[in-house]
């Protein structure tokens, strides 16, 4: 048994949800439990549609969820020939469940709006990938995975009911592979006891996909994605960026936690909890080794850098001079967990609390606002935050050179700083 999760890139064109289909014969007499997105930049459309709904501008919210219609129902006409009819209906049902609900009036929360319409955006992908790879000659079974994981009505970051959604995943996902060698669902997505739609948070579908592989047992996982594998940095900032052959959970989590784009965390723990490997592959050119993930220690690794911009630093004092206590962090991280503000360094001095923040206007405007009523704050935009894990002494003076260190925090793995421009 092996679960794939391909990502909305890997399904953005005609051409691409017909390589996902190459990619799978590669793979035959394989049990393959597929975990696939929404097309492209098909939930950012839909976030569209819900803040015009919430926002009163029903008739701009049905303007683009039309445009949003016709996109797929283009893509499934060209892709789909016997299947498209039953494909088509499958559509259309999908579109008049959201239209119904924009048809209403908002009286609940933005958040659970926003999980009943994004929501649609797997539905429609897994149901013409389904139908097209049915006429591809590769049978598989679609199921809506809002029947199985039963989360909590934390909308927007909803939590699986692990207990409840194992047995359901174990009495109904498992007999299907009895008949069929792959089984496709969505990603992103559950439903609370109620039966509302809910999302899990950030990097959803490859969290998804490590449930299932969790509470299926699975031997791998695979990500798809549309770089080589995972790379020591950001190749759009270092055009001399290198792919990673390997890695293990641990690291991971760290490049994770230091804002480098790789694998979530809490997509890490189902699959560490059973000691999944997880593979990191290439959908354009899936002969690439991409990288392998592991639970084992490694001797050696590159470099890594991550470089986060737009970074902003707030300085926090005392207004009476006194120091920096425990009370005075406790209301600040109160603070940042009502804003949902994770600050990326933090730095303690006798009476300051330094935090460097990605520079969100709206957040920071109202962090500042509450803040204020306790401590004097001070703000510095425009600056850019480093992290050099596995560092040396010549490639930290490189990425440095030239640039005003504001902070510098170091340990024998890891190094930070936040600069600004000479």
Same mark, same amino acid.
């Given at each position: 048994m092996k679960v794939f999760k391909f990502g909305g890139a890997s399904v953005n064109s005609i051409e691409r949800i017909q390589n996902l289909a190459s990619i799978l014969k590669e793979f035959p007499g394989e049990k393959i439990m597929a975990v696939i997105s929404a097309m492209g930049k098909t939930t950012n459309a839909l976030e569209k549609v819900v803040e015009a709904f919430y926002n009163g501008n029903r008739d701009l919210a049905f303007q683009l969820l039309q445009q949003i219609k016709h996109q797929h129902a283009g893509v499934a006409k060209e892709l789909l020939s016997i299947n498209y009819i039953s494909c088509e209906a499958k559509l259309i049902e999908l579109f008049a469940k959201a239209e119904s609900l924009i048809n209403e009036k908002a009286? #609940?929360?933005? /958040? *659970?709006?926003? /999980? @009943?319409?994004?929501?649609? =955006? +797997?539905?429609?992908?897994? $149901?013409?990938? $389904?139908?097209?790879? @049915? +006429?591809? =000659?590769?049978?598989? *079974?679609?199921?809506?995975? #809002? +029947?199985?994981?039963?989360?909590?009505?934390?909308f927007r970051d909803a939590n699986i009911d692990w207990n409840t959604s194992q047995s359901r995943v174990k009495e109904n996902i498992v007999p299907l592979f009895q008949n069929s060698d792959i089984v496709l669902t969505q990603g992103f997505i559950g439903a609370t006891k109620e039966k509302e739609s809910t999302t899990l948070g950030r990097e959803g579908s490859d969290y998804t996909a490590a449930v299932f592989a969790n509470m299926l047992d699975a031997e791998q996982v695979f990500i798809w994605k549309d770089v080589e594998a995972v790379m020591n940095a950001d190749p759009k900032q270092f055009p001399d960026a290198r792919p990673i052959s390997e890695l293990n959970y641990n690291e991971v989590i760290e490049m994770a936690y230091y804002g480098a784009q790789v694998i979530h965390p809490k997509t890490i723990k189902p699959l560490q909890n059973k000691n999944i490997p997880l593979h990191v592959k290439c959908f354009l050119k899936p002969e690439l080794p991409g990288t392998f993930i592991h639970n084992r220690s490694l001797n050696t690794l590159p470099a890594i850098i991550v470089l986060k911009e737009k970074q902003l630093m707030l300085q926090f004092s005392t207004k009476d001079f006194s120091f920096i206590g425990e009370h005075n962090l406790i209301m600040l991280y109160r603070i940042f967990e009502q804003l949902k503000i994770r600050p990326n360094l933090t730095q303690n001095a006798a009476i300051s609390f330094t935090a460097v923040l990605d520079d969100r206007p709206d957040k920071i405007e109202s962090l500042v606002n509450e803040a204020s009523v306790f401590f004097d704050v001070q703000a510095m935009k425009g600056l850019s935050l480093l992290t050099i894990r596995h560092y040396n002494d010549k490639l930290f003076e490189k990425l440095t050179e030239g640039k005003n260190i504001l902070l510098h925090q170091q340990t024998p793995v890891t190094v930070q700083v936040l600069m600004s421009e000479g």
């Amino acid at each position: 048994m092996k679960v794939f999760k391909f990502g909305g890139a890997s399904v953005n064109s005609i051409e691409r949800i017909q390589n996902l289909a190459s990619i799978l014969k590669e793979f035959p007499g394989e049990k393959i439990m597929a975990v696939i997105s929404a097309m492209g930049k098909t939930t950012n459309a839909l976030e569209k549609v819900v803040e015009a709904f919430y926002n009163g501008n029903r008739d701009l919210a049905f303007q683009l969820l039309q445009q949003i219609k016709h996109q797929h129902a283009g893509v499934a006409k060209e892709l789909l020939s016997i299947n498209y009819i039953s494909c088509e209906a499958k559509l259309i049902e999908l579109f008049a469940k959201a239209e119904s609900l924009i048809n209403e009036k908002a009286v #609940r929360s933005f /958040d *659970h709006y926003y /999980d @009943q319409i994004v929501c649609i =955006g +797997e539905l429609l992908s897994t $149901s013409i990938i $389904s139908a097209y790879l @049915q +006429e591809a =000659g590769i049978p598989n *079974h679609w199921v809506d995975v #809002r +029947e199985f994981f039963l989360t909590d009505n934390n909308f927007r970051d909803a939590n699986i009911d692990w207990n409840t959604s194992q047995s359901r995943v174990k009495e109904n996902i498992v007999p299907l592979f009895q008949n069929s060698d792959i089984v496709l669902t969505q990603g992103f997505i559950g439903a609370t006891k109620e039966k509302e739609s809910t999302t899990l948070g950030r990097e959803g579908s490859d969290y998804t996909a490590a449930v299932f592989a969790n509470m299926l047992d699975a031997e791998q996982v695979f990500i798809w994605k549309d770089v080589e594998a995972v790379m020591n940095a950001d190749p759009k900032q270092f055009p001399d960026a290198r792919p990673i052959s390997e890695l293990n959970y641990n690291e991971v989590i760290e490049m994770a936690y230091y804002g480098a784009q790789v694998i979530h965390p809490k997509t890490i723990k189902p699959l560490q909890n059973k000691n999944i490997p997880l593979h990191v592959k290439c959908f354009l050119k899936p002969e690439l080794p991409g990288t392998f993930i592991h639970n084992r220690s490694l001797n050696t690794l590159p470099a890594i850098i991550v470089l986060k911009e737009k970074q902003l630093m707030l300085q926090f004092s005392t207004k009476d001079f006194s120091f920096i206590g425990e009370h005075n962090l406790i209301m600040l991280y109160r603070i940042f967990e009502q804003l949902k503000i994770r600050p990326n360094l933090t730095q303690n001095a006798a009476i300051s609390f330094t935090a460097v923040l990605d520079d969100r206007p709206d957040k920071i405007e109202s962090l500042v606002n509450e803040a204020s009523v306790f401590f004097d704050v001070q703000a510095m935009k425009g600056l850019s935050l480093l992290t050099i894990r596995h560092y040396n002494d010549k490639l930290f003076e490189k990425l440095t050179e030239g640039k005003n260190i504001l902070l510098h925090q170091q340990t024998p793995v890891t190094v930070q700083v936040l600069m600004s421009e000479g």
